[in-house]
DNA sequence: GTCTCAATGGGCCAAAAACCCACGAAAAAA
DNA sequence: TTTTTTCGTGGGTTTTTGGCCCATTGAGAC
């Protein structure tokens, strides 16, 4: 179950390698990766990547396909097939286990590296994000903070109340 | 139980060294200790961080998720993710569990300095908040107890009535 | 077949963090 | 008032670690 595992908190800065690679804080590594050791990156949005531990993402696929199983089950073949062809597309795209060398260095492969928009040698900001590990660009990271700030306090007292 | 250990009371004058060290008062650590040893640092306001037991804290986070699980136990786990996601996005930007050294003394992390407005060498004063302890910037101090004080009488009538 | 270029993995170094100790001052006890 | 102990602060030392650099390997082109 991913919710009981220790949360993944904490900010941190980090320098981007001329060669793309990233050195993970030992702080969010050794929680992040768990018993497993293998590593899922995904798109998030302009500016942000996360990365998950394979045994967090996996139940999360298998829920989606399951989803997308039943809901076949009631359509058409050519609507089915037309589905199956998006959803391909986007388990292609949108995410991919990367491997992680010695020292928890990973490198951001080829097709993730312009929705990150940072250059070799830029920082990236590494954020704890509870059940996964969030890259962003810093300036993405500073607007993302700016937007979702001033309503912050209210949900954490709606939650806790 | 947080509440029923001993209230956290006092103010103290501390100098932070330069190396963003700083010894908390015997006075406030061990009451704030408790029985486990990791501490918890947060950003209040401009010119306030506060430290809280782990112990202490965990189990308002533990509500916090608690709740956010329950609320949408009726969704995808996919939807359950994402909001754990936010979530912990906004709460690493605001906190952070930090090691203590010997003799009770804890080093601010770099991402709180800042907010602190406290350079090395600087002075800061320690609060005991009852529930946790306060670390002030002097500035700061001296304008919250100006404005705080002249209901401070009206307050405690209220609350001891 | 050979040369060149590029990608990948590993090793090294320096800066910073964590640890430890010691001194001095202040408070408490005698 | 004097002595003793506790506690806050500074500094030195060691270990970790983030960042840079190099070496080796594999692929592609000429």
Redesign the pocket.
């Known amino acids: 179950m991913p919710g009981s595992a220790e949360l993944l908190l904490g900010e941190?800065?980090?320098?981007l390698?001329?060669?793309?690679?990233?050195?993970?804080?030992?702080?969010l590594?050794d929680p992040l990766l768990g018993d497993g050791s293998r590593l899922v990156i995904a798109k998030e949005r302009t500016g942000c990547l996360s990365l998950w531990s394979a045994a967090t993402w996996q139940p999360r696929m298998d829920a989606a396909l399951d989803v997308i199983r039943s809901k076949l089950e009631a359509g058409l073949l050519d609507q089915r097939l037309g589905q199956m062809q998006d959803l391909g597309r986007l388990l292609s795209t949108r995410q991919r286990t990367i491997?992680l060398?010695?020292?928890?260095?990973l490198?951001i492969?080829d097709g993730f590296r312009s929705l990150l928009g940072v250059e070799p040698?830029g920082?990236v900001v590494v954020v704890g994000a509870a059940v996964c590990v969030e890259l962003w660009q810093p300036a993405a990271w500073d607007a993302c903070i700016a937007v979702e700030m001033p309503g912050f306090r209210q949900r954490i007292d709606e939650l806790t109340s």
Request: glycine share 12%; charged share 35%; hydrophobic share 30%.
């Open positions: 941190f800065l980090r320098t390698d001329d060669r793309f690679r990233l050195t993970l804080p030992t702080e590594l491997p060398a010695g020292r928890g260095r490198v492969p040698g920082e």
